[in-house]
């Protein structure tokens, strides 16, 4: 019996605000060429453009926070992971910031806030942690079935599996 490996790919871009349009953009290409079902990749697309857009906008660990247009912001680097394996997509993104996401309910007004609200919507499950190999931050990600669960009785939140959050 022959195993399928994994496929598997990276990118690193520049934490600044066009890394979510090329992030978008890399995913769906990539996808794509590796045969993922469209409604799979809009998907994929939409967590990797909440996850990145979390990566570029949220304050660095000990920094306070500086428009994302000012002279004084520092560019610094995060990484978009892709992969398809086990009946799944998985996106991960790194970035240099340790502090979690938090899951929470935005105020209706509220104009942001609801990055982390859409992932559990959309994922099987996600999730937090540090980063690996002395790099500092975290590592957020989620994971999408590769096919649509089957709704026997019509009720789709019936059988869809919830997010576990970590």
Request: charged fraction near 25%.
């Amino acid at each position: 019996m022959s195993e399928v490996l994994p496929l598997r790919d990276r990118i690193t871009l520049a934490d600044t605000p066009n890394a979510v349009g090329l992030a978008r953009l890399h995913t769906t290409r990539l996808l794509s060429s590796w045969g993922v079902p469209a409604g799979v990749v809009e998907t994929a697309r939409l967590l990797v453009s909440e996850l990145t857009t979390n990566a570029v906008q949220h304050p660095k660990e000990g920094l306070p926070p500086v428009s994302l247009f000012s002279a004084e912001r520092t560019v610094q680097t995060l990484e978009l992971s892709l992969e398809v394996a086990r009946g799944a997509v998985r996106v991960a993104v790194w970035d240099r910031d340790a502090t979690p996401p938090v899951l929470k309910a935005p105020e209706s007004e509220a104009t942001s806030g609801r990055g982390i609200l859409i992932i559990e919507s959309l994922s099987r499950d996600w999730g937090c942690y540090p980063a690996r190999g002395g790099l500092p931050g975290k590592v957020v990600w989620a994971e999408i079935d590769l096919a649509p669960p089957s709704h026997v009785d019509g009720n789709e939140d019936s059988e869809r599996p919830r997010a576990v959050r970590r």
